[in-house]
């Protein structure tokens, strides 16, 4: 037993979890938390917005697969936190939201108008899986405990803990830390039954196809999933967001919706899906490119929340457990059977290669810059090893068909579309890699949200990149007032220098109207150390009328067909 205030006890819970990181901008109610993380080596990160502390700890967590810490003050701070946890929440991610409050007397006074108070765990309940208040300093341990247990059990998600602020320096005889293998479950293989079961039918089936999604990122699974597919031998589909769990480089990766894709999807007699919720963007696995073809093809569904089964689709067999641990289970059992080399895969990947690579030279040099044009440029000087971040409306459109995926790392808010995340994305993905390139592609208006926390990469020495697809307009709002309202209502933007922005934060910037001139500015920002913008002038008609793959999008988008 030794004494040590309530804060200094709950970094030692969060240093024993795994954190590195706290994102949080100074506040008088847990400047002891700040400062115990300090002395203990934990870094602080002070954004310019809650909301983008809330973002740079999403990343963190993804990036690292250990729950990460965003805080803020009481009142203002937490409101500013409320929509990072909403996305969070969608997206699946175990943030975890720390607030203080002030003393826990004011709760139930019969006052008005106390300052900086509010009701604070109501506003965060919708979005979290556990609000948890420490009331008593003696309840920091198992609050704490069951923050992180709530957050990484079933499906992963966001929780929301609050502190009594004059409970910060309390001192306690707090007993000796308990390993977190102890006090919640670390690992979650699958029943060997259900394996082995999922092994025969790979094993049986004439044309498989593994889909893949974001929960393959957010596990860190990335060289297990690798392990499967190469026991599997057949396509590997990527959701939207699981884009980049394979390189599309790899010669087993096809993408959704190109055709290539989805012939393989009207061939297979069996998906195994890995990491998805199997959701609207996906057709429900049973609706457009999934309703031609072997239409009573099965499938498999790896999951660790038993409740999503059925939900969606049917599943002839599901497979309970974490990827960590259940894709190496598969691969083993895999390695035991016959399997046999998809029949389709060569000529199918051959056939997107072929697709991709035409769409890719007949992107046309024109000024202003063509959207597709900017995206092959900038491929040209991004390192191969970067983690791509993406952020926007039409520009993640034009992203996904031109700028071809070359690292397993890549971020977006693929499930809630909430713009404004990018930046503080890279910003975290940036920490947690060190010294690997981070490279950001965006549009004007979805940068603009968090432009500020440029300087903060510049303060804490977070060398990022930023590519802006800049057309001045809130582009995916023009096709469709166009349709409907035949005529543009306020999308239309001041002309902003984003480079000098930049630069007047301490970053680096470049401005670009030429084609020839991309990939330059590009190589250069990455070699200037800085946190860059390169600002690119494009086509802003093409970029908001031409949108590649928008039937795609807009077929599940404005009538998913999922009640049929």
């Known amino acids: 037993m030794a004494m040590q205030t309530v804060s200094s006890r709950i970094v030692d819970l969060f240093k024993a979890e795994g954190v590195k990181a706290i994102f949080a901008i100074g506040d008088v109610n847990y400047m002891g938390l700040q400062d115990a993380a300090d002395r203990n080596g934990i870094r602080l990160i002070w954004p310019h917005h809650e909301q983008a502390g809330g973002f740079m700890a999403d990343a963190m967590t993804r990036m690292t697969g250990i729950p990460h810490v965003v805080a803020g003050a009481p ?13 969070a929440s969608k997206e699946n991610v175990p943030v975890i939201f720390f607030c203080p409050q002030r003393p826990r007397k004011y709760a139930q006074a019969v006052r008005r108008s106390q300052h900086q108070y509010t009701d604070q765990p109501r506003y965060f309940e919708p979005a979290v899986k556990y609000a948890g208040i420490i009331e008593f300093p003696d309840q920091t341990d198992e609050v704490i405990r069951e923050a992180f247990r709530q957050a990484l059990t079933g499906k992963p998600g966001p929780v929301f803990v609050e502190m009594s602020s004059d409970k910060e320096f309390v001192e306690v005889d707090f007993p000796p830390l308990t390993p977190p293998e102890k006090y919640r479950v670390t690992q979650q293989p699958a029943w060997e039954g259900s394996v082995d079961k999922a092994a025969d039918m790979l094993a049986a089936a004439k044309s498989p196809i593994i889909l893949a999604g974001t929960g393959v990122h957010t596990a860190r699974a990335h060289d297990a999933f690798e392990q499967l597919v190469a026991a599997v031998e057949c396509p ?57 073809g072997n239409t009573d093809r099965s499938w498999i569904y790896i999951e660790r929340d038993p409740s999503a089964i059925g939900v969606n689709r049917s599943i002839d067999l599901p497979v309970i457990g974490d990827l960590r641990d259940v894709l190496p289970q598969l691969a083993e059992a895999l390695q035991q059977r016959h399997i046999r080399t998809h029949p389709g895969l060569k000529q199918w990947r051959e056939q997107l290669v072929a697709a991709r690579t035409e769409l890719i030279e007949s992107a046309p040099d024109t000024r202003p810059i063509h959207p597709g044009r900017l995206m092959v440029e900038a491929r040209k000087a991004v390192p191969d090893d970067a983690v791509i971040i993406r952020d926007g409306g039409n520009t993640t459109l034009w992203e996904l068909a031109y700028f071809e995926q070359r690292s397993r790392d890549y971020m977006w808010t693929s499930k809630l579309g909430h713009l404004g995340s990018g930046l503080p994305y890279a910003i975290g993905a940036k920490l947690a890699v060190g010294d690997r390139p981070v ?16 300087e903060t990469a510049v303060r804490h020495d977070l060398p990022v990149v930023v590519i802006v697809n800049y057309d001045q307009k809130w582009g995916m709002e023009v096709p469709g007032m166009s349709e409907t309202l035949r005529r543009e209502i306020a999308i239309e933007q001041s002309f902003v220098r984003m480079d000098r922005m930049a630069e007047a934060m301490g970053g680096h910037g470049e401005f670009v109207e030429e084609t020839a001139d991309i990939a330059p500015a590009v190589e250069r920002s990455f070699a200037s150390g800085k946190p860059a913008v390169v600002q690119v002038v494009v086509d802003e008609r093409v970029n908001n009328t031409q949108m590649p793959n928008w039937d795609e999008f807009i077929r599940w988008y404005g009538d998913d067909g999922a009640y049929r």
């Open 439 to 454: 490279a950001l592609i965006s549009g004007d208006s979805s940068f603009m949200f968090h432009a500020t926390e440029i």
């Open 236 to 292: 590997v589909i990527t959701t939207w967001g699981g884009r980049g769990v394979l390189p599309e480089t790899d010669d087993h990766l096809l993408i959704y919706s190109w055709p290539s894709a989805n012939d393989a999807i009207a061939e297979a007699d069996l998906v195994l899906a890995v990491g998805t919720s199997i959701g609207e963007a996906m057709n429900y696995g049973r609706l457009h490119h999934y309703a031609r």
């Open 75 to 87: 009142g203002p701070g937490v409101a500013n936190m409320v929509p990072a946890a909403i996305c």
